[in-house]
Protein backbone atom coordinates (compact mmCIF):
# COMPACT_ATOMS: atom_id res chain seq x y z
CA UNK A 1 0.00 0.00 0.00
CA UNK A 2 1.22 3.32 -1.01
CA UNK A 3 1.89 6.36 1.59
CA UNK A 4 -0.47 9.50 0.48
CA UNK A 5 0.31 12.68 1.43
CA UNK A 6 -2.60 13.99 2.87
CA UNK A 7 -2.13 17.39 3.66
CA UNK A 8 -0.62 17.80 0.03
CA UNK A 9 -3.32 16.33 -1.73
CA UNK A 10 -6.20 18.15 -0.19
CA UNK A 11 -4.35 21.34 -0.69
CA UNK A 12 -4.31 20.66 -4.20
CA UNK A 13 -7.92 19.73 -4.17
CA UNK A 14 -8.99 22.96 -2.79
CA UNK A 15 -6.31 24.93 -5.92
CA UNK A 16 -8.31 22.57 -7.94
CA UNK A 17 -11.77 24.20 -6.71
CA UNK A 18 -10.43 27.35 -6.49
CA UNK A 19 -9.32 27.57 -10.17
CA UNK A 20 -12.76 25.25 -11.06
CA UNK A 21 -10.58 23.09 -12.92
CA UNK A 22 -13.22 20.73 -13.36
CA UNK A 23 -11.34 18.17 -15.67
CA UNK A 24 -8.68 17.43 -13.17
CA UNK A 25 -11.65 17.05 -10.48
CA UNK A 26 -11.46 13.22 -10.79
CA UNK A 27 -7.82 13.04 -9.31
CA UNK A 28 -9.15 13.82 -6.02
CA UNK A 29 -12.73 13.04 -6.12
CA UNK A 30 -13.49 9.19 -6.23
CA UNK A 31 -16.23 7.95 -8.52
CA UNK A 32 -18.94 7.35 -6.00
CA UNK A 33 -17.91 9.91 -3.90
CA UNK A 34 -20.86 10.19 -1.20
CA UNK A 35 -21.69 13.60 0.53
CA UNK A 36 -23.68 13.87 3.80
CA UNK A 37 -24.83 10.68 3.52
CA UNK A 38 -25.54 11.05 -0.16
CA UNK A 39 -24.33 8.91 -3.01
CA UNK A 40 -23.61 11.63 -5.88
CA UNK A 41 -21.06 10.68 -7.84
CA UNK A 42 -17.89 12.44 -9.31
CA UNK A 43 -20.64 13.48 -11.93
CA UNK A 44 -23.01 15.08 -9.65
CA UNK A 45 -19.83 16.39 -7.36
CA UNK A 46 -18.68 18.39 -10.35
CA UNK A 47 -22.42 20.10 -10.99
CA UNK A 48 -23.07 20.74 -7.34
CA UNK A 49 -19.48 22.47 -7.13
CA UNK A 50 -20.57 24.17 -10.38
CA UNK A 51 -23.98 25.29 -9.49
CA UNK A 52 -21.84 26.58 -6.16
CA UNK A 53 -19.90 28.73 -8.10
CA UNK A 54 -22.86 29.71 -10.59
CA UNK A 55 -25.28 31.45 -7.51
CA UNK A 56 -21.70 32.63 -6.02
CA UNK A 57 -19.35 33.91 -8.34
CA UNK A 58 -16.53 35.04 -6.16
CA UNK A 59 -16.26 31.83 -4.11
CA UNK A 60 -12.78 30.84 -2.97
CA UNK A 61 -12.25 28.03 -0.62
CA UNK A 62 -9.97 29.06 2.17
CA UNK A 63 -8.62 27.04 4.35
CA UNK A 64 -8.07 28.12 7.59
CA UNK A 65 -8.02 24.71 9.99
CA UNK A 66 -6.27 21.41 8.01
CA UNK A 67 -6.28 17.82 10.47
CA UNK A 68 -4.92 15.16 9.17
CA UNK A 69 -5.14 11.36 10.64
CA UNK A 70 -5.40 8.93 7.31
CA UNK A 71 -7.58 7.97 6.22
CA UNK A 72 -9.43 11.29 7.41
CA UNK A 73 -8.85 15.36 7.09
CA UNK A 74 -11.13 17.94 9.01
CA UNK A 75 -10.89 21.41 7.85
CA UNK A 76 -12.36 24.29 8.86
CA UNK A 77 -12.88 26.46 5.71
CA UNK A 78 -13.39 30.25 5.34
CA UNK A 79 -15.65 32.01 2.61
CA UNK A 80 -15.77 35.74 2.49
CA UNK A 81 -18.53 36.00 -0.92
CA UNK A 82 -21.13 37.53 -2.03
CA UNK A 83 -24.18 34.62 -3.53
CA UNK A 84 -27.18 36.06 -5.99
CA UNK A 85 -30.21 35.44 -4.63
CA UNK A 86 -31.19 32.99 -1.67
CA UNK A 87 -28.36 30.94 -0.15
CA UNK A 88 -29.14 28.01 1.71
CA UNK A 89 -33.00 29.39 2.06
CA UNK A 90 -31.63 33.14 3.50
CA UNK A 91 -32.53 36.29 1.48
CA UNK A 92 -28.88 37.12 0.87
CA UNK A 93 -29.51 38.63 -2.59
CA UNK A 94 -25.99 39.97 -3.45
CA UNK A 95 -25.02 41.14 0.40
CA UNK A 96 -21.56 40.51 1.21
CA UNK A 97 -21.18 37.42 4.08
CA UNK A 98 -18.29 35.81 5.68
CA UNK A 99 -19.09 32.27 7.36
CA UNK A 100 -17.10 29.14 7.85
CA UNK A 101 -17.58 25.48 6.90
CA UNK A 102 -16.54 22.56 9.05
CA UNK A 103 -15.94 19.61 6.73
CA UNK A 104 -14.43 15.70 7.08
CA UNK A 105 -13.13 13.62 4.28
CA UNK A 106 -12.24 10.43 4.21
CA UNK A 107 -10.05 9.33 0.99
CA UNK A 108 -9.46 5.77 -0.32
CA UNK A 109 -6.53 5.42 -2.58
CA UNK A 110 -5.63 8.67 -2.24
CA UNK A 111 -8.85 10.37 -3.56
CA UNK A 112 -12.24 12.08 -1.80
CA UNK A 113 -14.32 8.47 -1.18
CA UNK A 114 -16.45 10.87 1.56
CA UNK A 115 -17.40 14.28 2.48
CA UNK A 116 -19.66 15.36 5.89
CA UNK A 117 -20.38 18.79 5.82
CA UNK A 118 -21.76 21.52 8.08
CA UNK A 119 -22.45 25.21 7.15
CA UNK A 120 -22.11 28.08 9.95
CA UNK A 121 -25.66 29.43 8.43
CA UNK A 122 -26.40 31.63 11.98
CA UNK A 123 -23.33 32.82 11.34
CA UNK A 124 -24.65 33.98 8.01
CA UNK A 125 -28.01 35.29 9.67
CA UNK A 126 -26.51 37.41 11.98
CA UNK A 127 -25.18 39.18 9.39
CA UNK A 128 -28.38 39.38 7.54
CA UNK A 129 -30.03 40.91 10.54
Given at each position: MMKVDLPNVYRDYIGCLNSQDWENLGRFVQDDVV???MTLGLEG???MLEDNFEQIPDLHFGIEILVTEPPH??????????PRGEFLGLPVNGRKITFAENV???FREGRIQEVW???DKAAIEGQLR
Open positions: RNGYRRIAARLWFDVTFYESVI
